[in-house]
């Protein structure tokens, strides 16, 4: 596992901008495994910058989102579907169809399964890339004493639920279970590219970069596993862990 400690935010999210650029230029057909939450923000926004000045052809590009929430369909504000076409999708040039982002209403067993198919179909992604829960969660693989390798239905955490409630008007309109590839699902990605910044992330950021322990109560551990894994914070973040390169 590699970790750049960058000097701001914004540094870290060009950085991975860019990764994700060069990636595409040498593989116009690249297959993104993407995320949402608050972190890539910017990151899209890099994003959808350099499209729009010719730096980057999303025409033959292939996405799966990591993970979508139960109960509220894609229309909804919150939905993670609704999340990716108005903060990506919407404003560069990839074909919808390409784009996958699980349905959250319906079967949702079924919708997992048809997750794990977009997973396997054509092969594992070139890029996947990770925020970090404050305890450690990944896509929504909750901090647990077993961890599920495949695309499943999950029962989200008090911590997750409460962290997520910023983005709802009430607690209670947070969905309490949602729709996530499983830890085997990321780790078949051959690059994955975890951001994080902010101190609520210094517990989670201390157990993935700072120990060799792999642990399922912080489910962001696995990644040490992987070969071609990268770990971007900041400096303000890397100081607070503790991590000096
Ligand atoms: C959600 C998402 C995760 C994300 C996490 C952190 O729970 N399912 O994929 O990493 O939030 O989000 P933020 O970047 O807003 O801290």
Do not use: W
Not at 3 to 30: H, N, W
Not at 142 to 160: K, M, P
Not at 172 to 194: N, S, W
């Amino acid at each position: 596992m590699k970790v750049i400690v960058t000097k701001s935010y914004d540094e870290t999210c060009t950085v991975i901008a860019e990764m994700i650029r060069d990636l595409i230029a040498r593989k116009p057909d690249a297959k993104l495994g993407l995320a949402t939450g608050g972190t890539p923000v910017p990151i899209y926004q890099k994003l959808i910058q350099m499209n729009r000045e010719g730096q980057i052809d999303f025409s033959q590009v292939h996405t799966v989102n990591l993970d979508e929430y139960c109960g509220i369909p894609g229309t909804h504000e919150q939905s993670y579907r609704y999340f990716m076409d108005s903060n990506l999708f919407d404003h560069i040039n990839i074909p919808k169809a390409n784009t996958f982002v699980a349905n959250g209403m319906g079967d949702f067993e079924a919708n997992a399964q048809e997750l794990e198919q977009k997973v396997r179909e054509g092969g594992p992604a070139d890029f996947q890339l990770l925020g970090i829960g404050n305890n450690g969660h990944i896509a929504f693989n909750e901090a647990s004493d077993h961890l599920i390798s495949v695309a499943h239905v999950e029962n989200l955490t008090e911590s997750t639920i409460n962290a997520n409630a910023r983005f709802f008007e009430k607690k209670e309109d947070v969905p309490t279970r949602a729709i996530t590839m499983g830890m085997g699902d990321i780790l078949a990605a051959k690059t994955v590219v975890l951001a994080a910044t902010g101190l609520a992330k210094v517990p989670a950021i201390k157990g993935l970069i700072m120990d060799d322990v792999i642990t399922t109560q912080n489910p962001s551990t696995l990644l040490k596993l992987h070969e071609n894994a990268v770990v971007v914070i900041d400096k303000e973040l890397a100081d607070a862990v503790g991590y000096q390169g």
